[in-house]
């Protein structure tokens, strides 16, 4: 029998190097709303954190935390900006295709739990040709939990995975948000080394696996 029934992956940098893409449409999205454009250290440090998008642009500058309207405007400039010339600017870390297909073929249960847009999302999917290896994608939305609540998992992810146990779920993740997001959850941790997460505070969290790339996730599921 495997290891796990079921495998969650985050999706910036875990499954889609998405740097570049983020990178740009935050300088465009500050830009176009006329706001000060944040350094490039900033960014980068936010590119980071895997915080929703609101929280980002908070840590970006923290006055937009006393102007919802101005923060609106510029979530709304992101989304937009990020589907419109974001798209060439990502891309599938090496490998992913096949193991998305492996765990497909061996009836492993797939989803995608980001804390990103869910329209961005599911368009890199299609046009990407992995929409068929993965059961469910779960993305940012008003009025939905956000990762690391527990609720994304229990309350939106399981119903659809019916009769899988929390203890069989393998989360793939690269930042502290994803391990945190296992561990309140109940699921098994496996930090995503080679993505954009700080490696002395995720591994401090002390994830369950590490891997250094995507592939070595249908090992794990099957050991």
């Known amino acids: 029998m495997d290891a796990f029934d079921a495998v969650i ?8 190097d998405t740097r570049d ?4 449409c935050l300088r465009r999205a500050f830009e176009e709303c ?3 454009l944040p350094g490039t250290e900033r ?12 929280d980002t642009l908070i840590s970006l500058d ?4 006393a102007d919802y309207g101005a923060l609106n405007e510029i979530v ?4 937009r900006l990020y589907l419109d010339e ?5 891309r599938p870390f090496a490998g992913v295709a096949e193991a998305l297909g492996k765990l497909h073929a061996g009836g492993t249960r797939c989803a995608v739990v980001s804390n990103k847009g869910v329209a961005a999302v599911r368009r890199s999917f299609d046009e990407n040709g992995l929409n068929l290896f993965v059961d469910v994608i779960f993305g940012d939305a008003p009025g939905l939990p956000k990762k690391p609540d527990p609720a994304v998992l229990t309350e939106h992810i399981l119903p659809r995975f019916r009769q899988i146990e929390i203890q069989r779920i393998l989360i793939v993740g690269d930042t502290e948000i994803d391990i945190l997001f296992a561990k309140r959850s109940g699921a098994c941790a496996c930090w995503a080394s080679y993505g954009y997460g700080d490696e002395t505070r995720c591994r401090n969290l002390k994830p369950d696996y590490e891997i250094s790339g995507i592939g070595a996730v249908p090992a794990l599921v099957q050991a």
């Open 9 to 16: 992956f985050d999706y910036d940098g875990t499954l889609f």
């Open 43 to 54: 960014i980068a440090a936010a590119v980071t954190s895997g915080l929703p998008l609101q």
């Open 62 to 65: 923290c006055a937009l935390r």
């Open 34 to 36: 006329g706001w000060v």
């Open 86 to 90: 974001g798209a060439g600017l990502l």
């Open 76 to 79: 709304i400039a992101y989304r």
């Open 21 to 24: 893409a983020i990178a740009h």
